[in-house]
């Protein structure tokens, strides 16, 4: 019987990693079906149609990211989230570049796993229609008239920023990678010290208090994840 909050497929070949999220996501309404390694993901995900993936970078048999790379190169377009250990800092980078939807690292709670799934999930869907109206508390972004407003007041940013934070706002609750960021406003022609220059512009105009920023975070190593609507 499928689950009322839909289908996981987690792909992993640690059992109490399996019995954990059987059992987390059971109580949360979902249904999980478990493949302990890469082929039989493979199998799963043709047979089962998951709603949503949870992939294991470190697999026995093909690794998680040359799995990634086949579902997206084969338009596969289930939301994909990856477990992964807190060393595997460059892993995560490729898996996101590679088109993975979010990550969790070990040890992960089963709440914040919830909630990233919930944001890629919902991600999906948004991406079938237009959603040019991003509010967060006091901030306001038009994206069809590119008009930014902090509470009652106009934001002015220049073109980069402007482009930056539509980037992240397009994927609002999303981590966005400085690679991914790179290449879409520059061509991949200069580094990530240009980037940060900018998201430190952009905080300084959209927070309260830029170094605490609640609207536009910090993924360390990885990139930025802007805050999801209200």
Same mark, same amino acid.
């Given at each position: ?12 070949? @640690? ?6 999220? *059987? ?10 079906? &478990? ?7 493979? &199998? ?49 980078? @490729? ?22 799934? *919930?944001?890629?999930? *919902?991600?999906?869907? /948004?991406?079938?229609? &237009? ?21 009652? @007041?106009?934001? *002015? ?12 706002? /397009? ?12 290449? &879409? ?7 990530? /010290? ?6 430190? /512009? ?25 805050? @999801?609507?209200?």
């Amino acid at each position: 019987m499928t689950g009322s909050a839909g289908k996981v497929l987690v792909i992993d070949d @640690e059992p109490p990693i399996r019995k954990l999220l *059987r059992v987390g996501l059971g109580a949360e309404g979902y249904s999980v079906i &478990e493949a302990p390694n890469g082929r039989d993901g493979m &199998e799963k995900l043709a047979s089962e149609a998951p709603d949503i993936v949870i992939l294991d970078l470190g697999l026995p048999d093909i690794s998680g990211l040359d799995l990634l790379a086949r579902w997206r190169a084969a338009s596969i377009t289930q939301p994909i989230l990856i477990l992964s250990s807190r060393t595997d800092e460059g892993g995560i980078v @490729e898996a996101l570049d590679l088109g993975a939807d979010d990550y969790v690292t070990k040890p992960f709670g089963i709440k914040e796993l919830v909630a990233r799934m *919930r944001v890629a999930l *919902r991600h999906k869907l /948004q991406q079938q229609g &237009e959603h040019p109206i991003y509010k967060a508390g006091d901030l306001t972004i038009d994206l069809v008239k590119r008009l930014v407003r902090m509470g009652e @007041e106009d934001v *002015r940013l220049s073109p980069k920023e402007y482009d930056i934070l539509r980037i992240l706002v /397009q994927h609002a609750g999303k981590v966005i990678t400085h690679r991914h960021l790179l290449n &879409e406003i520059w061509d991949g022609t200069t580094d990530v /010290q240009y980037l940060r220059v900018y998201v430190r /512009q952009l905080r300084q105009k959209l927070e309260p208090s830029p170094d605490a920023p609640q609207y536009i975070t910090t993924e360390p190593g990885v990139g930025y994840r802007m805050r @999801e609507p209200d």
